[in-house]
């Protein structure tokens, strides 16, 4: 019988029961591997090293690029002016940070340094897990642009330094404009009716950032916050005519739909650089990715503020930027260690030379000016720090869930899933639910 | 008796004349025996301690208390009742994850059963580079999660991406699909990076399972005339059935948590449209710092896993019974 051939032949020994349970086995370990890898987490260590050295750890999330380097170089400066000193660096992916330095806080063992987003700040002040700065030595809130300043302020006290700070603007390829013979935009109607022109085959007028996160309520927050909207009430005229001017440059087709997919960086740059958005509405930190295509300020590419509703009012960017924090956790020693490292950073050279390899702003006026000699390209940005505003001004350390209210109208709206005054009403019943915490 | 030389000689004296020493020798030893035993459960009663029983303790107490950034420093915050529970609930957003979890994951796993017993079937028959082909199946499992999300982010772009390009030469498409950015298709493209990622987990244990059927029971069905598919229904199907809930029932535990694709194609949007319970609780407990109501959510999304396990044991409850 068994000369046959069978469809259902087979290639095992008789006994199959045992090559089952050895596979089986294998994918247990397989299993258990995947799992191990999933769930382990590296401890946090701390504490002062033996024999007369001293370390303090530090925590950041610039893992690539120019603030890595800076944050190096800094680390070297300062183990050099302070011998028997060790900076231990740690480094984490952006979206692990807050999570790490949550966990970190539960357990009462932050770093000596950490590194926060500012909107995050209060959040991780409230945990009680950051000393305030007011009593430390050569702390000062004075020369300092205004939203750097309140950002850093919970419950009345100061809890951080800004390490340096970014808005955004309108990035526009100046070959695009000439040839339509058409001028950057100033005004809303302008931006519309530019970014209608310069939609052409495979090249979208403009492209912004309308991704489910935080990028897409701070990049509509110039566009109501210059008409004098506020988030206390999202259903004022104010957020209706932001929203619908985005919602509006989808629908006619000047913007992709794939907004809603496109982060700040890569995405963004990627449109621009690749000429298939004219213009983009981003911040600094794409500079260093313009660098490596080529392109040059004033010759690839210019930019300008945010349009406002109407021509000449002012615009109000949200502030941007990361911050200094210090651990309550560490002894003594440690703890004025790591104030002198963040009040280091402070000194008019070293903000200027940190926030350049950052491509980011310093936060002091004295230093902007200075800045600017060298880089023409930040004018704008510069210009709009003077009137930018903290995120975390009304809500505190509920911003998060303010501008996930938002960012789900936004998405709504653009989505065609609800129409906008309905999307903002949306938002405005769950935001009135939400409680102010004191900024 | 070497090992009852040890405790023997605490008593010497005692050693030749009791008869029961023997006995009495052997118990003590055994003690030590259970001991030394009971030692060597202590990395895997930690293990469990640690990595299981803990977190979901500290999950349901967090579910209970009244959470906020100040309370995270401390063990315990004040009892709040079911109130984490109720204001989840009533959120729009999580009413329609629940829904959108059940629908994904039934419309998941038919997905993968219907696929992968096909490619089991498959493997099952005498052709060339089978060997191969069997082991390229089970490449999706190998990547890691959020990389398939951004493949697949890649591939279903609007603008440039491969499927949107294909379906445009092909003349199928005028526009390009927003497979991502329309609600409606984003769940469908999310549901279809799941569908492969599990392919290769229900391929793998069927093909297995198919291996074991014995090759008696076709012959005899085959004799009594049976055509192929009578064998498949009448004869495969009933002897690997064992094995299909068996594997049901983990696809069920394993797609009902679905994180790293959601997160990594559509974070839950557009406009929440890709929302399902475990990346919901992510946001809420990390986004919003809701962890109380972030809590909430998964011990919801617990007790729907911990539904599969009487499931499963009624299942099998003859071969149990058997047993």
């Known amino acids: ?144 642009v205004p939203g750097a300043i309140s950002e850093c302020t919970y419950q009345g006290k100061q809890y951080c330094y800004p390490i340096g700070t970014n808005t955004i603007g309108i990035f526009y390829n100046k070959a695009m404009l000439a040839a339509a013979h058409l001028s950057p935009p100033t005004t809303w109607a302008q931006l519309q009716s530019d970014a209608k022109a310069l939609t052409k085959g495979n090249t979208y007028g403009i492209a912004f950032d309308a991704t489910a996160d935080e990028q897409s309520t701070w990049q509509l927050e110039p566009f109501f916050w210059s008409q004098g909207g506020n988030l206390d009430d999202v259903s004022t005229p104010a957020f209706q005519n932001s929203l619908q001017l985005w919602v509006n440059m989808v629908k006619d087709g000047s913007a992709s739909k794939s907004v809603l997919q496109w982060g700040q960086s890569p995405d963004l740059v990627q449109q621009f650089v690749n000429k298939t958005a004219a213009m983009i509405e981003d911040g600094p930190w794409i500079f260093p990715n313009l660098n490596a295509a080529g392109w040059k300020y004033n010759q690839q590419y210019g930019i300008v503020p945010i349009p406002t509703k109407t021509a000449g009012s002012t615009v109000v960017t949200p502030l941007g930027g990361e911050t200094w924090n210090l651990g309550n956790s560490g002894s003594a020693q440690q703890q004025s260690l790591a104030w002198d490292w963040i009040n280091g950073t402070q000194t008019s050279a070293t903000m200027q030379h940190f926030t350049s390899l950052m491509y980011y702003l310093p936060t002091k006026p004295s230093v902007i000016a200075e800045y600017l000699k060298g880089g023409p390209q930040y004018t704008v940005f510069a210009k709009e720090t003077e009137t930018s505003r903290s995120r975390t001004a009304e809500y505190g350390a509920n911003y998060p869930k303010v501008s996930q209210a938002m960012w789900t109208a936004i998405q709504s709206a653009i989505t065609g899933t609800s129409s906008v005054s309905s999307a903002l009403s949306q938002a405005q019943s769950t935001i009135s639910g939400i409680s102010k915490v004191s900024g | 008796m070497a090992r009852t030389a040890a405790p023997a000689q605490k008593a010497p004296g005692r050693r030749s004349q009791r008869p029961d020493r023997a006995i009495a020798e ?277 007790l729907i896993a911990l539904f599969a396990a009487p499931v499963y044991i009624w299942l099998n409850r003859e071969s149990l019974r058997r047993a």
């Open chain 1, 1 to 144: 019988m068994q000369t046959a051939k069978w469809p259902y032949q087979r290639e095992g020994r008789p006994g199959g029961g045992v090559s089952r349970r050895w596979r089986f086995m294998a994918i247990g370990a397989v299993v258990a591997a995947l799992a191990a890898a999933g769930c382990s987490s590296s401890g946090s260590s701390s504490g002062s090293g033996s024999g007369g050295k001293t370390t303090i750890t530090e925590l950041d999330y610039f893992t690539t690029g120019g603030s890595n380097t800076a944050v190096n170089w800094y680390n070297q400066q300062f183990e050099k002016a302070h011998p028997g000193v060790t900076v231990k660096r740690e480094v984490v992916p952006f979206a692990n940070l807050i999570t790490k330095v949550l966990q970190e806080a539960s357990a009462g063992d932050l770093p000596n340094v950490v590194m926060l987003d500012n909107p995050n700040v209060p959040q991780v002040a409230a945990s009680g897990q950051l000393k305030p700065l007011n009593s430390e030595p050569g702390f000062t809130t004075s020369g300092y």
């Open chain 2, 26 to 302: 052997v118990s003590r030893a055994s003690t030590w025996a259970r001991w030394a035993r009971l030692t060597f459960l202590v990395p895997a009663v930690l293990y469990v301690l640690f990595a299981f029983l803990i977190p979901i303790v500290y999950n349901l107490i967090l579910s209970f208390e009244q959470t906020s950034p100040a309370t995270i420093s401390s063990l315990f915050a004040p009892f709040a009742g079911i109130a984490n529970y109720k204001n989840a609930l009533v959120q729009a957003v999580t009413q329609s994850a629940i829904i959108r979890t059940f629908t994904f994951t039934f419309l998941s796993l038919l997905f993968q059963f219907v696929i992968g017993f096909g490619l089991a079937l498959l493997f099952n028959l005498n052709f060339p580079l089978r060997r191969v082909a069997r082991s390229l199946v089970i490449i999706p499992w190998l990547l890691p999660l959020l990389i398939t999300g951004f493949i697949f982010k890649f591939l279903f772009q609007t603008e440039a991406g491969a499927v949107n390009q294909i379906l445009a030469d092909m003349h199928l498409v005028s526009h390009p699909i927003g497979f991502l950015t329309s609600p409606g298709w984003a769940y469908l493209t999310v549901l279809i990076a799941n569908v492969w990622i599990g392919i290769p987990f229900f391929a793998v244990l069927l093909y297995s399972a198919l291996q074991d059927v014995p090759l008696e029971l076709k012959e005899a069905a085959m004799l009594d005339g049976a055509n192929a598919w009578q064998r498949l229904i009448r004869v495969t199907l009933p002897v690997i059935r064992p094995v299909i809930e068996v594997v049901f029932v983990l696809g069920f535990v394993f797609t009902i948590k679905v994180f790293d694709v959601v997160i990594g194609l559509t974070q839950g949007g557009p406009a929440n449209s890709t929302e399902i319970l475990a990346p919901w609780a992510y946001n809420l407990t990390f986004q919003q710092f809701e962890y109380g109501q972030g809590a909430a959510i998964n011990t919801i999304l617990l």
